[in-house]
C-alpha cells in the first residue's frame, strides 16, 4: 500500500501516561476529593489502610458527582445523592435500600502511585496497564533535604506547549535572562532528556560560572530536573489538562543542606525555589498567550524541537499502531 494511501491512525485527545493528580496530603481519611481532568470527573480518596484510590467521579446511577459530598466509608465511598458505595476495584458494594446490586453499577478503576509526596494517576484511552514507572526519589526521605511541597498553577494552555520547552534552545536568553553555553537533547523510549549549561548570575556558584541543568521527562507530563549547583537541587514540574483548553502545572524544589540544616541555609532554600518559581512562570506567560503552532517555521540555531514532538507523538498513539503502519505498507 502507498504510503498517500495508508489510513490515518487517529490520535487521543489525551495522552497515555503517569499524571499527577493531587498532592498526597489532600487525601484526608474522611472526605473524598473531587477532581477533573481529561474532560471529565474522578474522585479520589484513601482505604481504611491509608491506600490512595482514584475513580471515575460521575455516579452510573443517576449521575451525581461522587466526590463533592460524598463520604469515605470504609475502603469505598458513598455517592451524596441516594449513598450507593463504591469500592476501590470500582464495584458498587452496597445501596442502602437494595439487596439487588445491578451488575452495570461500577465505574472504572485507574492504577495510582503515591510518590514523593504526590499522587499520580495512569491514564490510558485503551485502558491497558501502566507501560513505565515514575522514579522513586530517595532524597524525598533524607533528612539533609529540604522537601518540595508541589504548587498548583492552572494555565490556559494545551501541555505539547510546554513540552516544546525541553528542546527550546534559543529561548533562554530573551525569556529567562540566561545565556546557555551547553545544549544537548536525546529523545529514548518513554523519556526526553535536557542537558543544559546555563550562565546563570544568581544560581551559579561563582559570578560568571555555570550551572548545569540535567532535565528528564518521565512520559508526557513529568519532568524532573537535578541543578548541579552550589546547593544541588531537584526541580519537579507535573502537567495534567483538565480539558482541550487549560492545564493544571504544579511546581516544586527540593534543595540539598551539605551541612546543619540552619536558618540560613533555609532561606537559601527557598530563595531556589523562589527563583525557579520565576523562571517557570516567565514560560507561563509565553504559553498562556501564544498560538499553536503546528508547523514552526524554524531556523538554525532552535532545539529539535520537531525532534520533541515525535517524542510526545507516542503517547497519543495506540500501542499497536506502528505494528499497523508497518502492516499497512
Ligand atoms: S446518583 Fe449516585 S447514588 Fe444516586
Ligand atoms: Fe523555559
Known amino acids: 500500500m502507498s504510503v498517500q494511501s495508508q489510513p490515518a491512525i487517529a490520535e487521543y485527545t489525551y495522552p497515555r501516561g503517569w499524571f499527577m493528580v493531587a498532592r498526597g496530603n489532600e487525601l484526608e481519611a474522611a472526605t473524598p476529593l473531587p477532581l477533573t481532568f481529561f474532560g471529565r470527573k474522578f474522585v479520589a480518596y484513601r482505604t481504611a489502610a491509608g491506600e490512595p484510590v482514584v475513580l471515575d467521579g460521575t455516579c452510573p446511577h443517576l449521575g451525581a458527582a461522587i466526590g463533592v459530598g460524598g463520604t469515605v466509608d470504609d475502603d469505598g465511598v458513598r455517592c451524596p445523592f441516594h449513598h450507593w458505595r463504591f469500592g476501590p476495584d470500582g464495584r458498587c458494594n452496597d445501596i442502602p435500600y437494595s439487596k439487588i446490586i445491578p451488575p452495570r453499577a461500577r465505574v472504572n478503576s485507574y492504577p495510582v502511585r503515591e510518590l514523593n509526596g504526590n499522587i499520580f494517576l495512569w491514564n490510558d484511552p ?89 532535565a528528564t521527562y518521565h512520559g508526557p507530563a513529568y519532568l524532573l530536573t537535578f541543578l548541579d549547583g552550589p546547593y544541588p537541587a531537584w526541580m519537579l514540574i507535573c502537567h495534567t489538562p483538565i480539558n482541550t483548553e487549560h492545564v493544571a502545572v504544579w511546581y516544586g524544589t527540593m534543595v540539598k543542606c551539605e551541612g546543619e540544616m540552619t536558618a540560613e541555609f533555609l532561606d537559601v532554600a527557598a530563595n531556589y525555589v523562589e527563583l525557579g518559581k520565576v523562571a517557570f512562570y516567565q514560560d507561563v506567560q509565553i504559553w498562556e498567550n501564544k498560538d499553536p503552532a503546528p508547523q514552526p517555521l524554524l531556523c538554525a540555531g532552535d532545539g529539535p524541537i520537531l525532534q520533541a514532538r515525535a517524542w510526545y507523538s507516542q503517547f497519543f498513539r495506540p500501542r499497536d499502531s506502528d505494528a499497523q503502519q508497518v502492516a499497512a505498507e
Open 126 to 214: 485503551e485502558m491497558g496497564a501502566p507501560d513505565y514507572e515514575l522514579p522513586d526519589m530517595a532524597e524525598y526521605r533524607d533528612p539533609n533535604w529540604v522537601k518540595w511541597s508541589l504548587v498548583r498553577k492552572d494555565i490556559k494552555t494545551v501541555p505539547k506547549e510546554i513540552v516544546d520547552n525541553i528542546a527550546d534552545k534559543a529561548h533562554f536568553p530573551f525569556v529567562h535572562g540566561a545565556a546557555i553555553a551547553e545544549f544537548k537533547n536525546e529523545f529514548v523510549g518513554h523519556t526526553a532528556k535536557q542537558y543544559a549549561m546555563n550562565l546563570h548570575e544568581t544560581l551559579a556558584a561563582e559570578p560568571g560560572g555555570g550551572l548545569p541543568s540535567y
